[in-house]
């Protein structure tokens, strides 16, 4: 009985030490970087001792510390310690770690990028993509496949000298065999995830999800011929930039992204020396100074790093971006011209086209009968697990509608419960947007138009029947592109005088390599392998920016991070391929800046843009101080200790920004003032041409720019007023405009859009 007792008051010990430990979560500490006494040799002693002055904790629970893209460190912390360490006088805040989540072939054909020998802006595509290699793209994901052949170095040259990163040794990674001259750095951060879950997954740079290795050879993969997922979309694979070097930082994990290990993997990529960076992920809009991502993004832009962001995959309602700070590319996702179509025929004979990736044996040319769930009370019609009976669906094509669960899940429930075939149809969430999956079963996804008409078929019928056949890839859509209904919309909702997005890019049904320890759905029923995937979501249409950037910063490379923004922006194009104005696959109608920005890259005429606007970290600064943060909250983005806002402008929108987002308040006057920089010829002219709604009128002020030198420096004020007698709110009637510089050779356009915060 005494050992019996012993063992028991062992046990209820250990299980009050695990309670404590697992009560500590991660939070991130901002220091007062100036405020370091000199006795301290190093920062990390500094932290050390500030965390012993006001909590029990120990240097062993800091995480990681942060120098360049954050001033402060990582450390776990219950609840009361951090509210302790929060008293101190050299901490400027305390927070707890965010979780941000993924933003989950034909693009260089359908961009332009396919002909080698066409002349851009006085270079060949040749020799952009030979002054590439000396271009480093940074992916923070969920690491990299590196036996990919995306990842080859066949021919390229040594890697470039200033290069500081490295590859991570791991038992499923060795540097010297999975690292080369293509894919020359491959880190893995951990510490914020093993924190919250208790690392269950290997550590190791080596991509498990398939998600990173494809945004990473989106934005540079090397030329593979021959690509294809299952017979779909066959072709030449190869990323946006493909001599471009690869440097990736896997950050993201099953359970997600955390805050800490992002800012660390940021912190790294700006120490290595990477000239761009792609990050396909993000969460909420929340205030600059808790952003961990815009923070990061600053210190990089303050080194000349371009960061793109994904938009979020939240639309198409409105305001759902992330990733708004002005300093970061804030990419939207279109459409391509290439298509997956499959066919539903009807017992009634009524033939419809949808689209699907299943690649395995078809239905046969027997029609067989439907089921829908015609009740309103269960999950039947979502197809959610265990919501089926078998002996009603079995050998049954199913109607399922589609949200809540994944789409590809809805099928294996269908599966097994024993039915033939899904058409998955979409509802008014989700409108006429149509995503091809690799599904395990024959199925295919229906717009809402469409699927209310089957639908309403199955639930009248009294023996509704149906076959499900496929058509392969098809090419040369129209209209293309469209822009995605999942790509998340304005207005920003952190700074609504900023307009975002700022561009749309291909993302939708993206052909790039894939990590072969999961298969192409992603589920564990998938047992299939394949070297590459089709995926969608803005998470493929940031890295083609980044990838776009790479080239620009080969043929510019004195260009600032704000110029090749600006280049990307101001030359996008805003309609589509019948040249019709742009449109929203969500319903089908016109599309606005809200939704495209400046509208779909074009990086041709990027390369050329005759025009840009140039922001400096100090017009950032003073962007800053217009949204009336306080002191403390401007030193936690920009990391210096003397900030001061004596010349801050009163308005946010006065940044030198690309575009204008004009809000009608209080006064039916908003004037606000822009610099170009020119970067064509010298000698260079240019005419205004404005574009409003009839509600609002616009001036600008030259209507006429000289630019007698390049590099010349040219202003122009654009008062806008919003007419009288207006009913107009910003829920109801947005609208939107344009300023173009024109001449012979260029033009260089800003979207505008309009919002009425009250009634005028």
Not at 96 to 106: A, C, F, G, N, Q
Not at 604 to 615: D, F, H, M, R, W
Not at 643 to 659: A, E, H, W
Request: hydrophobic letters at 35%.
């Amino acid at each position: 009985m005494e050992s019996s007792s012993a063992i028991w008051i062992f046990v209820i010990v250990s299980a009050l030490f695990l309670q404590s430990c697992f009560a500590k979560k991660t939070y991130i500490v901002q220091m007062k970087h100036h405020q370091k006494p000199s006795s301290y040799s190093t920062n990390s002693e500094w932290y050390a001792d500030s965390l012993q002055s006001f909590t029990s904790a120990t240097s062993d629970s800091v995480l990681y510390t942060y120098d360049t893209a954050y001033h402060g460190f990582a450390v776990a912390l219950d609840e009361a310690e951090a509210d302790s360490l929060r008293e101190s006088d050299a901490v400027l805040g305390v927070y707890e770690d965010t979780v941000y989540t993924l933003h989950i072939t034909r693009t260089p054909e359908f961009l332009g990028l396919d002909d080698e020998r066409g002349t851009w802006a006085g270079h060949t595509l040749q020799e952009l993509n030979q002054a590439a290699q000396d271009v480093i793209i940074g992916v923070l994901d969920t690491g990299v496949w590196p036996e990919s052949k995306s990842f080859d170095d066949t021919n390229m040259p040594a890697v470039p000298s200033r290069w500081r990163g490295k590859c991570d040794v791991a038992d499923d990674f060795d540097p010297k065999i999975h690292c080369n001259k293509k894919l020359i750095g491959a880190r893995f951060f951990s510490r914020g995830y093993n924190m919250a879950s208790g690392g269950k997954e290997a550590q190791s740079p080596r991509d498990e999800e398939g998600h990173g290795t494809h945004t990473a050879s989106t934005a540079a993969g090397s030329q593979v011929a021959n690509a294809s997922l299952l017979g779909y979309a066959s072709g030449n694979a190869r990323g946006m930039a493909p001599h471009a070097r690869v440097a990736t930082y896997k950050v993201c994990w099953k359970t997600g992204c955390f805050g800490s290990d992002i800012l660390a993997g940021m912190e790294q990529a700006i120490l290595d020396g990477v000239d761009v960076l792609s990050l396909s992920l993000g969460g909420g809009s929340v205030p600059y100074y808790r952003d961990t991502i815009a923070i990061g993004a600053f210190a990089a832009m303050e080194k000349g790093i371009l960061v793109s962001c994904s938009a979020g995959n939240s639309g198409p309602a409105k305001s759902t971006l992330a990733n708004v700070a002005p300093w970061i590319m804030t990419v939207g996702a279109g459409t391509l011209d290439r298509d997956f179509p499959a066919y539903a025929t009807l017992g009634n004979g009524q033939k419809f086209t949808g689209v699907s990736l299943y690649s395995g044996r078809g239905m046969g040319k027997t029609m067989v009968e439907m089921f829908y769930s015609k009740g309103s009370n269960n999950s039947s019609n979502l197809c959610l697990e265990g919501s089926l009976d078998p002996a009603i669906v079995r050998g049954k094509v199913v109607v399922c509608d589609r949200g809540i669960n994944a789409r590809v899940e809805k099928g294996t429930v269908v599966r097994d419960a024993g039915g033939v075939g899904m058409i998955l149809a979409n509802t008014a969430a989700s409108g006429e947007e149509l995503v091809a999956d690799s599904h395990l079963l024959p199925a295919m996804e229906v717009g809402r138009k469409v699927g209310d008409i089957i639908r309403e078929y199955v639930k009248t019928d009294k023996k509704p029947m149906a076959i499900i056949s496929f058509g392969g890839t098809t090419l040369n859509v129209k209209p293309s592109p469209v822009v995605a209904a999942f790509s998340s919309r304005g207005p920003n909702t952190v700074t609504p005088q900023i307009l975002k997005p700022d561009v749309i890019g291909p993302g939708v049904n993206i052909l790039a390599a894939w990590s072969e320890s999961v298969g192409p759905t992603g589920l564990e029923q998938d047992t299939r392998k394949t070297s590459f995937n089709i995926m969608s979501g803005t998470s493929m249409s940031c890295p083609h920016i980044s990838g776009l950037a790479a080239l620009l910063k080969a043929a510019h490379p004195d260009w600032s991070s704000s110029m090749i923004k600006s280049a990307l922006m101001t030359t996008a194009y805003t309609h589509d391929n019948t040249n019709s104005p742009l449109r929203d696959a969500a319903d089908n109608s016109y599309s606005n800046a809200w939704a495209h920005g400046a509208g779909h890259v074009d990086p041709q005429k990027a390369l050329s843009p005759g025009l840009v606007y140039e922001i400096t970290p100090q017009g950032y600064i003073g962007f800053l101080c217009s949204l009336g943060y306080a002191t403390e909250h401007i030193q936690t983005i920009v990391k210096r200790p003397n900030i001061t806002c004596s010349r801050k402008s009163s308005d946010p929108g006065q940044l030198n920004y690309p575009s204008f987002s004009v809000l009608f308040g209080k006064s039916r006057v908003v004037r606000y003032s822009r610099e170009l920089t020119n970067v064509g010829a010298a000698g260079s002219i240019y005419q205004v041409a404005v574009q409003v709604p009839a509600s609002v009128t616009a001036t600008v002020e030259p209507a006429r720019l000289v630019f007698g030198n390049v590099g010349d420096k040219q202003r122009y004020t654009v008062t806008f007023v919003s007419k009288k007698g207006l009913n107009q709110f910003v829920d109801r009637n947005a609208a939107f405009g344009s300023i173009s510089w024109n001449n012979a050779q260029h033009q260089v356009k800003s979207p505008v859009s309009f919002s009425w915060t009250r009634t005028l």
